[in-house]
């Protein structure tokens, strides 16, 4: 049976870091801009995701994971598209994601730590060529790295 993200998780992920993130003394209304928005919306996201993909198609410390999808264009553009729409929904966005929940789409992959750190690693830096500003790329990595326990197996 799939699995699907809940909009529950990616409304209560998008809360948890909106409110983590306030500074303190802030008031709600002051941090309750939608992350998605402070972004740059759908293009924005499209663009990160995009370059985002590229980078860790090109990686050796991780491609090997995505091996099906860089050798076939067909399985990359859908990938992009999965993961373009995951990024809008935890992020705010008006997408939903409909594919498997995390743990559901790397069982068995043996995914470690230092994997899930250099793709890490690889988002990071394409937020920094982007330009995307350090309070939206703070929590951008917050809500995607507290996808890391549902993504790793090994350690």
Request: proline share 4%.
């Amino acid at each position: 049976m799939k699995t699907i993200l809940s909009a529950q998780f990616a409304r209560r992920a998008v809360l948890a870091v909106s409110l983590l993130a306030l500074p303190i003394g802030a008031s709600a209304a002051e941090g309750d801009t939608i992350l998605f928005n402070r972004l740059g919306g759908m293009p924005a996201v499209r663009l990160v995701v995009d370059r985002f993909v590229d980078k860790i198609f090109a990686d050796t410390r991780v491609n090997k994971w995505f091996s099906a999808a860089v050798s076939d264009p067909e399985r990359a553009a859908a990938y992009k598209a999965s993961l373009t729409t995951l990024v809008c929904q935890v992020t705010g966005g008006p997408c939903r994601y409909e594919g498997p929940d995390m743990a559901t789409a790397h069982a068995d992959r043996a995914i470690t730590s230092d994997a899930f750190d250099a793709v890490v690693e690889d988002l990071t830096a394409v937020l920094d060529e982007a330009k995307v500003p350090a309070r939206e790329k703070r929590d951008l990595l917050a809500i995607l790295g507290g996808l890391k326990s549902a993504i790793v197996e090994k350690k």
